[in-house]
């Protein structure tokens, strides 16, 4: 922890400066290598990509995204039994740059080793230095919210750089795909490096695991790992050589189904056997709202990797006649970090603003309400795709407004959500809520790959229906969840009944 009076980064304390760089090398190395996947699976052989189909590598897409949401909840639990937050995220930074480098070479049987590396070594890491924020800070500390602004800075620079330099990297005839993969792994190293020169700013905090295991189930956990990850490399080595065929869209649907009974399963049996009070039952009502919005709208955004991507190399004109330069496809994708910058401040007042005119819409509601905006932006593309159906290639500010209703949605639901879990899950499984709402990413992210394989480069007629189809679905949902929200914004009250209700119950005791 760390006292007032220690001001060493922007008013923060050291330890910020470390996790603030470590964070933003890493979501350098993880987005940059996230916009290039759909497009180097899908370019020919001949431009040195896979050649696969539109449909098998957006799959391959989904289930990249989903796994690395999902592994998020071992990842965590690594860090809080096994081995603490620290060794948590230095060995996950390893994995995820070893995931880079064989990436970068220039073979296409290398390259789900590649993915896979980048997934186990990401829920490592990502989870776990997002908790060592919030560690070094005690209770009292004030700095506690501007500290956790200061670190999305630094996952938004570090993406807006990935996509720019990696972009930049793919489309240049001097370098090419591989380089820009290796370019995510010199972030990664960039990252590592700051992070072990720096450690001693963390004044120790998650370098043990916050709550270790025996000796004995601790071995016991080694083992169901090790087995695990043999696992992983058998299935692997057994797809490399061909022993076994994978369908990608098979499997993507299959673990989209899993992921979500998962959710249901567990959401349902906290509700029935976690011996609720009947608020703490109508909280949870709330907050299934606030999970589905969730997970309808990253099926939604999420095709800004996929669909979206494709849509920007294929049918939008990229080049600026007036200085001679072609727009790198990637770099449509850092408007959502830039809007982000430009716009979070102004969605922080408007809660605050509303709040204090006593005009308070209920988390459902105002996670629908991003839903909503979220799916006009496929409005938009629809009439975009409309354009590109007749044989003409668009004007780039068709994405650009996508991307900012999209980010305008995110900032409506994104912290809103996160918000609803901390205040409306029962306060003994506050956690577990957490990770099942963690889910809702994971199911969200596969079911926007299995979307975007409906993108057929060869039929780009059937490219609007696919964009209003988007569009109308989360319209739907959206207005159904607006109307339960006016009967959940009462459940969601309640739950601060409750708590008024338990805090007079300790003043009158300790009064007596």
């Not at 499984?429 to 990770?435: L, V």
Request: charged share 10%.
């Amino acid at each position: 922890m760390t006292t007032q009076t220690e001001k060493t980064f922007w008013g923060q304390p050291q330890g910020l400066q470390t996790l603030f760089f470590t964070e933003m090398w890493e979501r350098f190395s993880y987005y940059g290598m996230r916009m290039l996947l759909v497009l180097f699976m899908t370019a020919t052989l001949q431009e040195g990509g896979l050649g696969l189909t539109v449909a098998s590598a957006t799959a391959i897409y989904g289930l990249y995204t989903g796994s690395v949401y999902f592994m998020g909840l071992p990842g965590g639990w690594i860090s809080d039994r096994l081995i603490g937050g620290q060794k948590a995220v230095w060995y996950g930074g390893i994995i995820i740059m070893c995931g880079h480098i064989v990436l970068a070479i220039p073979s296409d049987k290398t390259f789900f080793i590649g993915l896979v590396l980048v997934v186990l070594g990401t829920g490592l890491l990502k989870p776990n230095i997002g908790a060592m924020v919030g560690q070094l800070y005690s209770e009292e500390d004030k700095r506690r919210d501007s500290g956790y602004a200061i670190y999305y800075m630094g996952i938004n620079l570090g993406s807006t750089l990935g996509y720019i330099i990696c972009g930049y990297l793919m489309e240049d005839d001097s370098f090419g795909w591989h380089w820009a993969f290796g370019a995510a792994a010199v972030g990664m190293a960039l990252g590592l490096i700051q992070y072990r020169k720096t450690l001693n700013k963390l004044d120790g905090v998650g370098s043990l695991p916050a709550s270790p295991l025996s000796p004995q189930a601790a071995k016991i956990s080694w083992t169901i790992i090790a087995a695990f990850l043999v696992l992983v490399v058998l299935i692997t080595s057994m797809a490399m050589n061909g022993s076994i065929v994978i369908d990608p869209v098979s499997v993507a649907q299959y673990v989209a189904i899993s992921f979500t009974l998962m959710f249901v399963l567990y959401y349902a049996s906290i509700y029935i056997f976690g011996n609720l009070t009947p608020n703490e039952m109508k909280r949870l009502g709330a907050l299934l709202l606030v999970c589905i919005a969730s997970a309808c709208f990253w099926s939604g955004f999420e095709q800004a990797g996929s669909s979206m991507n494709l849509f920007a190399r294929d049918y939008t004109d990229r080049m600026l006649t007036s200085v001679d330069f072609e727009i790198p496809t990637g770099w449509f994708q850092s408007l959502n970090a830039f809007f982000i910058v430009l716009l979070s401040p102004f969605f922080a007042a408007l809660w605050i603003n509303l709040g204090k005119r006593l005009v308070s819409p209920s988390y459902g509601i105002k996670c629908a309400i991003g839903l909503i905006i979220m799916a006009s932006g496929f409005i938009v593309m629809f009439f975009a795709a409309q354009y590109a159906a007749s044989g003409l290639k668009v004007a780039p500010y068709w994405l650009v407004a996508t991307y900012f209703l999209h980010t305008v949605g995110e900032l409506c639901l994104s912290p809103v959500a996160l918000s609803a879990v901390s205040k409306l899950s029962p306060r003994r499984f506050a956690g577990q809520m957490m990770g099942a709402f963690v889910l809702t990413y994971s199911i969200g992210n596969i079911i926007s790959g299995l979307l975007a394989g409906n993108f057929d480069p060869n039929n780009i007629e059937q490219l609007p229906n696919l964009y209003s189809q988007i569009a109308l679905f989360s319209i739907g949902i959206g207005i159904v969840i607006v109307l339960i929200g006016f009967k959940s914004r009462f459940w969601e009250n309640l739950a601060e009944d409750e708590k008024e209700s338990e805090q007079k119950d300790k003043t009158t005791t300790a009064t007596a």
